[in-house]
């Protein structure tokens, strides 16, 4: 089955930019999506089909994928971007979802 | 407003069962897929199983196969994740997701605390 692997952890002071990494085989060759879940809530969309963002996601996210690594910017970190942030893609082979393992962003 | 809205919090003793709910509201219910995902205290996202609301299709990660049922009764919009038995590692946060094939899950419920104790 297909793995993603995210780094436990990232820090970054308030203004400068996190960079969340999302690691698969050839996952370039697939369509990730990201979600933030903030403490206490429920998780949320914030990137699909690699780069787009959904309505009401500020532009400071951004995202990417190739090779064998997807990943997720946040510009301009806040306060509020305090959270775990998971990466997503689909398995066709086996036809699920597969989630990663989730990276907490701690703002400093 | 399109959202997911889930049952409340239960507190179950290991053995019982329970059947918790998910419904939708502002869209065509039995055109997506709804999955249900785990969330143990402290950890990460573990989708369980995803059901197709038009035709009851499902598929089961293979951790949660036979552990639990997803069903849905898409005449009141409203997919279930159900337990005929009860453990204490049970005890986590459930959420619901909507999604189409191939996409990833778009809109989340608030999730459902299951807590399992003696």
Same mark, same amino acid.
């Given at each position: 089955?297909? !793995?993603?692997?995210?780094? *436990? ?5 308030? #203004? ?26 429920? *998780? ?18 951004? +995202? =990417? ?34 989630? +990663? ?8 | ?12 003793? *290991? #053995?019982?069962?329970?059947?918790? &709910? ?14 249900? !995902?785990?969330?143990?205290? /402290? ?18 990660? *293979? ?7 997803? =069903? ?29 094939? #191939? ?5 989340? /419920?608030?999730?459902?605390? !299951?807590?399992?104790? &003696?």
């Amino acid at each position: 089955s297909y !793995v993603l692997t995210q780094s *436990p952890s990232v820090s970054v002071a308030p #203004g400068q930019t996190a960079t969340i990494t999302c690691g698969g085989n050839n996952i370039g060759r697939k369509r990730v999506s990201w979600c933030q879940q903030r403490p206490g809530q429920a *998780p949320v969309l914030v990137i699909y089909d690699d780069r787009r963002r959904p309505s009401g996601i500020p532009e400071r996210f951004s +995202g =990417s994928n190739s090779g064998n690594t997807a990943t997720l910017t946040i510009n301009r970190v806040e306060a509020g971007d305090e959270a775990d942030y998971y990466c997503q893609v689909w398995d066709e082979t086996n036809e699920h979802p597969v989630l +990663g393992t989730g990276t907490k962003v701690t703002v400093l | 407003e399109v959202q997911l809205v889930q049952s409340g919090a239960e507190v179950k003793k *290991p #053995g019982d069962s329970l059947k918790i &709910s998910c419904k939708g509201f502002g869209y065509r219910f039995s055109s997506y897929w709804i999955g249900w !995902v785990r969330q143990m205290p /402290g950890k990460g996202l573990e989708w369980m199983g995803i059901i197709y609301a038009g035709d009851s299709e499902t598929r089961y990660s *293979p951790p949660f196969q036979g552990q639990v049922t997803i =069903s849905v009764d898409k005449s009141i919009s409203t997919a279930y994740l159900q337990w005929t038995s009860l453990k204490a590692a049970d005890t986590a946060m459930y959420y619901c997701a909507k999604f189409d094939y #191939g996409d990833p899950f778009d809109l989340w /419920g608030q999730g459902t605390l !299951v807590t399992v104790s &003696s």
